[in-house]
Nanobody
Framework: QVQLVESGGGLVQAGGSLRLSCAAS????????MAWFRQAPGKERDFVSF????????FYADSVKGRFTISRDNAKNTVYLQMNSLKPEDTAVYYC??????????????????WGQGTQVTVSS
């Protein structure tokens, strides 16, 4: 089992920045690919970003490319999402997820084995 706990959400004005963290425990963190998803009110949960087990490969949804940066610190069992130039449409609950594979990028919800409880991000206009 892997436990994931997100933090860092909050209320920010458009154009501002937030940094989300996801702390993992329970199994060897470096064996997992990690991702961030988000779910806005009344909408489906969408893929945001993926990072490979080593951190050497990252992938982003077009909607956040150039504004968000995913990273990880395997020594701290933590993955981060730096969000810059935030827009009101970025408002959502953000979830981190773990997949127990060292293979390539995964963007589908069903691919992931473990999920955090989510953290709310609200961007005001």
């Amino acid at each position: 089992q892997v436990q994931l706990v997100e933090s860092g959400g909050g209320l920010v004005q458009a154009g501002g920045s937030l940094r989300l963290s996801c702390a993992a425990s329970g199994r060897t963190f470096s064996n997992f690919g990690m991702a961030w998803f988000r779910q806005a009110p009344g909408k489906e949960r969408d893929f945001v970003s993926f990072i490979s087990w080593s951190g050497g490969f990252t992938f982003y949804a077009d909607s956040v490319k150039g504004r968000f940066t995913i990273s990880r610190d395997n020594a701290k069992n933590t993955v981060y999402l730096q969000m810059n130039s935030l827009k009101p449409e970025d408002t959502a609950v953000y979830y981190c997820a773990a997949i127990s594979t060292r293979s390539g990028v995964r963007t589908r919800i069903g691919d992931y084995d473990y999920w955090g409880q989510g953290t709310q991000v609200t961007v005001s206009s």
